[in-house]
């Protein structure tokens, strides 16, 4: 069966079905499992919980049962820990060569989230918003000033309508393309 861009094998729709008819796993114990089984993980070597859990709708359909009832979990994220006027409007007005070695920082930890929730929320001029999928962020940092900002890359970016019309790129070719690019360990679902 594929699902997105993966492939899944008979025995992980089997595994699937008699968990789910079990009514004993959580979606989220259900993502991880369906993520060790076949080795769905991220560049660092973790499971892609998220892109499993946005999958599993369409296991459950296939098998034509029914997906354990949602939790009801806040979103980490929808609660900065970093109050917003703790985040400094700091302007920086200097030359290229003053700001000392420039870096692009790989965002890290639950708290490095709530930082940049409450910087994009203070600083981005339309504010923040969730962004739909998965996404990848990174710190602008400056050996002389520290943090001067952040840049994020989501996968909202996969299906443009417009860019898709242009060249005439259809969904199968789109899947076709992306599935010879992609690598089997990588996080993509749709």
């Known amino acids: 069966m ?20 079990s009514g004993e796993h959580t979606r989220h114990a259900l993502a991880r ?13 973790r499971p892609c919980l998220s892109a499993a859990a946005a999958a599993l709708p369409a296991f459950a359909k296939r098998i034509g049962t029914e997906l354990p009832p949602a939790r009801d979990v806040p979103d980490p994220a929808a609660a900065p820990a970093v109050p917003a006027g703790d985040v400094l409007d700091a302007r920086l007005a200097c030359a290229l060569e003053d700001l000392g ?4 920082d790989l965002m890290g930890d639950a708290g490095d989230r ?3 929730v409450a910087k994009m929320e203070a600083h981005h001029p339309l504010g923040w918003a969730r962004p739909p999928g998965g996404q ?15 840049i994020g890359f989501g996968s909202a970016t ?26 089997g360990s990588d996080c993509s679902s749709a």
């Not at 089997?14 to 008819?21: E, F, G, H, M, Y």
């Open 158 to 183: 996969w299906q443009l309508r417009a860019r898709d019309e242009w060249i005439g790129w259809s969904a199968d070719a789109r899947s076709v393309t992306a599935s010879a690019r992609i690598a």
């Open 33 to 45: 499992e369906l993520c060790e089984r076949t080795g769905w993980l991220n560049a660092p070597g």
């Open 101 to 104: 070695p420039a870096s692009l």
């Open 2 to 21: 594929q699902v997105g861009l993966r492939h899944f094998n008979s025995r992980t729709l089997d595994w699937l079905a008699v968990a789910l008819r």
């Open 136 to 150: 990848v962020r990174y710190w602008i940092r400056s050996g002389r000033h520290g943090v001067l900002g952040g």
């Open 114 to 116: 709530h930082l940049w």
